[in-house]
Each structure stands twice: as C-alpha cells, then as structure tokens.
C-alpha cells in the first residue's frame, strides 16, 4: 500500500532564515505528489505538485520541491521564511490508479517562524 | 469561480446522534471526496462519489455514509456518533475523466461528539 511519510512532526525556524521539510512515500509505478498548506483553522491549499515532466516544482510564494525518484523523495525548501509561512505543511500522493484516485497524506510537519 | 464550499462551519452533536455535512464542489468538478482529519494528523480518505455513486471506500465503519445528488454536490452521514468521530471533515472536489490528478479542498467542518 502506498505511504508518506514526514520525518518532522515539528520545525521551529527563524524569520529569513532557510527551511526544508522532508517527505518520502513508498514507491510505485507511478505517482503524483503534492504539498499541501493548513493555516490555522482553515482547509488545505494547494501549494505545488510533480506530476510530469521537470522534477523541481516551484510555488508562487517562494517555496520550491523537487522529486527524486531515486531517493522515494519530495523535499520541500524554501530559501527565507516568513512569518506568515506558519502553517501545518501535509506531503501528499496520488498512486495514479485513475484521474481522481484518493490521496494519501502524511501526517504533517508544523513549520512554526520565530522573529 | 466558486471554490469548494462546505456547512455547516461548525457542529456540536452528543455522543449517539446523527449528523449529516453538506459540500458543493468546485464549478467544472464531477467527483466529491470526503477525508477526516483528527486533530495533529493528517487527513484519511473515508470515501469518493462519482455519478452518483461511491466509487471507493477507505476504512471507515458503516457508520459512515454518504449521497451525492445530480448537481455533484454531496452529503456526509455519520450514524451512532461516537467522541473518537470528532474531527475536522474535509470535503475535495475534482475531476472524473483521465488527466487531472488534483484535488481541491473546502474550508471543512468542524465535528465536536460531546
């Protein structure tokens, strides 16, 4: 069965300072990845995904994953945070068994900025 | 464009009453998935309507049902509610045909079971 996993429950930072939060999932065929974004009593966001073609993904707002095959990997980076990046970030696969298969998450990394 | 929308916001129930949520999918969108997310976890897929029929199921008891009406809105049934059932209810909208592997997520609702 597919997995994610999110090796970080918890990642303090502080203001500009460079983030990754780490995710790998189990391997498959093929698969779909995704990060989502939960601010504080709010529903997920869409923040970017890999579905083909290059391997680094990049979101509006500065953040910027890539896939490594290889590795079962889809870290997320971003080169200076800011304060109002705190939020609950979930990984997230689709296998790719059909166009609207469930997804699977992880249990999320709580990325907290400190001033 | 109307995202995903959900109600209500939030919901108190007791402990052995029914409760049912409401969702209305993203305009284009076909396809509604519910999840469940406790609190500190991530979300789990309780299952997905297609055409007006469920198409997967995750692993979640009978309890747990569902209806999606001809406009691909849809509703979540929860029976003989239990305190472990409260959770914050996730509704994602997407759509059916080849191709789009993406998902769009409502603001969700708040269960409390007291």
């Known amino acids: 069965a597919q997995s994610v996993t999110q090796l970080d429950s918890q990642v303090p930072v502080f203001e500009e300072a460079p983030v990754e939060l780490r995710c790998n999932y189990s391997?498959?065929?093929?698969?779909?990845l995704f990060w989502y974004v939960q601010y504080p009593n709010q529903g997920l966001q869409l923040l970017l995904k890999?579905?083909?073609?290059?391997?680094l993904v990049e979101s509006i707002n500065g953040f910027e994953a890539e896939f490594n095959k290889s590795q079962t990997s889809f870290h997320l980076r971003k080169p200076s945070v800011h304060i109002s990046d705190t939020a609950e970030y979930f990984c997230?696969?689709?296998?790719?068994?059909?166009?609207?298969?469930?997804?699977?998450f992880g249990s999320g990394t709580r990325l907290s900025i400190r001033p | 464009d109307a995202g995903v929308t959900q109600s209500p916001t939030h919901l108190i129930k007791t402990r052995g009453q029914q409760v049912t949520l409401r969702c209305s999918p993203k305009?284009?969108?076909?396809?509604v998935s519910w999840y469940q997310q406790a609190l500190g976890q991530g979300p789990q897929f309780i299952f997905q309507?297609?055409?007006?029929?469920?198409?997967q199921r995750g692993n979640f008891p009978d309890r747990f049902s569902g209806h999606q009406f001809p406009n691909y809105s849809s509703e979540l049934n929860v029976n003989a509610l239990l305190l472990g059932d409260s959770a914050l209810y996730l509704c994602?909208?997407?759509?059916?045909?080849?191709?789009?592997?993406?998902?769009?997520f409502g603001p969700g609702t708040r269960l409390t079971v007291t």
């Open positions: 391997s498959s065929v093929s698969v779909y």
């Open positions: 890999y579905l083909s073609g290059s391997t």
């Open positions: 997230a696969v689709n296998p790719g068994y059909s166009s609207a298969s469930k997804i699977i």
């Open positions: 994602a909208s997407s759509l059916g045909g080849q191709g789009s592997y993406e998902q769009y």
């Open positions: 309507y297609y055409e007006e029929e469920e198409r």
């Open positions: 305009s284009g969108h076909d396809t």
